[in-house]
C-alpha cells in the first residue's frame, strides 16, 4: 500500500496508507509538485498526516494536515468510508491532527499539491562563543523572517562528558528558503555578525535536490521525548535555563545525543488557520520546542534512568518559557494532562466524533481518545 498517483489537472495526489516520505517524494519528483511532508525518508506519511505534519515548508504552505483534501477510512464497524469536507466533515475534522490510531485504520490519503521550484538551502553551525546571543538571534531571524524560510535549531553538548563537566554547547541551524541565496545570506547577516559560524552552507538548488540536502534519518535504538510551544523569541531568561539544563545531560555512553533541545520553525501559514477549524490546535505558536534523550539498550540501566530523571527536570524548568501544549506526533508517555496537552479546547468535540464513529472504543492505546469525558 506505497503508491502514489498525481492528478495533473485536478492539482492533486492520492497516497496509499503505507507510503512512506520516500515513495511520496519519488512520485512527486516526475510532476514537479509537492504537498508539505517531514524530513525523515522512513517516516510514514499517515501517521505525518493524522498527527499535524512538521516540515520545512510548513510557514510557506501549511501543515500537512492542513493540505489533505479527503481521506478513505475503514471503521470499526468494518465500513469504508471517505472523510471530506462534504462527506463525514465530523470526522475529517478529527483526523486532521487527531486521527492515528483513534477514529479507524486509513487506507488512502489524497493531498492538494503545489508546484515546486529552485530553492535556497543554509546549514550553519558554531562551537563554544556567545550560545545565548547565537540562540537569540537565530530565533529571531525566524520568528521576524518571511513565510518562505523554514529552519531547525539544533543544540547539544558532548554527551559523554559526566554531569560535574559541563562543555562548551554545539549549536547549528538548517533549514530551506523559498528565495534566492542572496536573500537567504541578508536574513543570516545580524545571526554572523554575532559570531561566524565554523562551517556554513548557503546554495540555491533544485527543490528535491534540497529537500535530499536536508532529509535527517530517525536515530534507532530507544529514546524518550517531551516537547512545547514557544511564543515569539523565547525570553532570556528560557534561554538562559535552557543552555543550563542541556550542560547537565548526564550523556549515554554508547549513544553521542543528536541533539538534546530542537527548535523548530513555526507559525505564519500554520497559524493562518483557527484552533477550532481541524482538530490540530496549535495555531498559536512560532517555534516548536522539543527535549530528548535517547540511548541503546545495552546501556548502564543507572544512566539511562539519570537520563530520564534529568528529562523530566528539563521540561518541568522550561515550563515558565513556553506556552502550553505539547505535539501529538512527539508522542510522550509521562505527560500530564495529555488531552488538554495534545488537544486543547478540541478534546471535548474529539470524544464526541468518537462516540460517533467508535463507541464501543475498539481503536484504543494509552493516549487514545476516550469515549467519554
Given at each position: 500500500m506505497r503508491t502514489v498517483s498525481v492528478d495533473p489537472a485536478a492539482g492533486t495526489v492520492t497516497v496509499a496508507g503505507g507510503a512512506s516520505n520516500t515513495d511520496v517524494g519519488a512520485g512527486l519528483q516526475p510532476h514537479d509538485v509537492y504537498f508539505p511532508g517531514g524530513r525523515c525518508p522512513t517516516v510514514g506519511v499517515s501517521g505525518l498526516t493524522l498527527g499535524g505534519g512538521w516540515g520545512m515548508s510548513c510557514r510557506h504552505l501549511g501543515m500537512t494536515?492542513?493540505?489533505?483534501?479527503?481521506?478513505?477510512?475503514?471503521?470499526?464497524?468494518?465500513?469504508?468510508?471517505?472523510?471530506?469536507?462534504?462527506e463525514h466533515p465530523d470526522l475529517f475534522w478529527a483526523v486532521r491532527g487527531a486521527g492515528g490510531?483513534?477514529?479507524g485504520v486509513h487506507t488512502s490519503f489524497t493531498y492538494k499539491v503545489a508546484p515546486v521550484r529552485d530553492v535556497s538551502v543554509f546549514s550553519l553551525s558554531w562551537s563554544g562563543g556567545d550560545t545565548a546571543a547565537l540562540v537569540?538571534?537565530?530565533?529571531?531571524?525566524?520568528?521576524?523572517?518571511?513565510?518562505?524560510?523554514?529552519?531547525?535549531?539544533?543544540l547539544r553538548s558532548p554527551s559523554r562528558l559526566p554531569r560535574s563537566q559541563p562543555a562548551a554547547l554545539n549549536v547549528d541551524t538548517v533549514g530551506l528558503y523559498w528565495g534566492a541565496p542572496a536573500e537567504m545570506e541578508a536574513l543570516l547577516a545580524p545571526v554572523e555578525q554575532i559570531q561566524a559560524a565554523d562551517a556554513r552552507t548557503v546554495a540555491s538548488q533544485s527543490f528535491w535536490a534540497a529537500r535530499e540536502f536536508l532529509s535527517a534519518t530517525t536515530p534507532l535504538g530507544t529514546y524518550a521525548v517531551?516537547?512545547?510551544?514557544?511564543?515569539?523569541?523565547?525570553?532570556?531568561?528560557?534561554?538562559?535555563t535552557m543552555l543550563e539544563w542541556i550542560t547537565t545531560m548526564p550523556g549515554v555512553p554508547s549513544r553521542e545525543q543528536e541533539g538534546p533541545t530542537v527548535l523548530y520553525g513555526w507559525?505564519?501559514?500554520?497559524n493562518d488557520v483557527a484552533p477550532d477549524a481541524t482538530a490540530f490546535v496549535h495555531r498559536n505558536a512560532d517555534?516548536?520546542?522539543?527535549?530528548e534523550a535517547i540511548w541503546a539498550p545495552e546501556d548502564d540501566p543507572n544512566l539511562i534512568a539519570d537520563n530520564l530523571d534529568w528529562l523530566e527536570g528539563y521540561h518541568?524548568?522550561?515550563?515558565?518559557?513556553?506556552?502550553?501544549g505539547a505535539y501529538q506526533n512527539f508522542?510522550?508517555?509521562?505527560?500530564?494532562?495529555w488531552p488538554h496537552a495534545y488537544y486543547g479546547e478540541n478534546f471535548p468535540r474529539l470524544v464526541e466524533v468518537k462516540q460517533t464513529w467508535d463507541p464501543d472504543n475498539l481503536f484504543r492505546f494509552p493516549q487514545s481518545i476516550p469515549v467519554t469525558l
Open positions: 494536515c492542513d493540505n489533505l483534501l479527503a481521506t478513505d477510512v475503514v471503521t470499526a464497524g468494518g465500513e469504508i468510508v471517505t472523510a471530506s469536507a462534504t490510531g483513534n477514529f537569540d538571534g537565530i530565533m529571531r531571524m525566524q520568528v521576524a523572517g518571511p513565510r518562505e524560510l523554514g529552519l531547525r535549531l539544533n517531551k516537547s512545547g510551544f514557544v511564543r515569539g523569541p523565547m525570553a532570556s531568561a528560557g534561554i538562559t507559525g505564519a501559514k500554520v517555534l516548536l520546542f522539543k527535549c518541568a524548568a522550561m515550563q515558565p518559557h513556553l506556552s502550553g508522542p510522550d508517555r509521562t505527560q500530564a494532562d
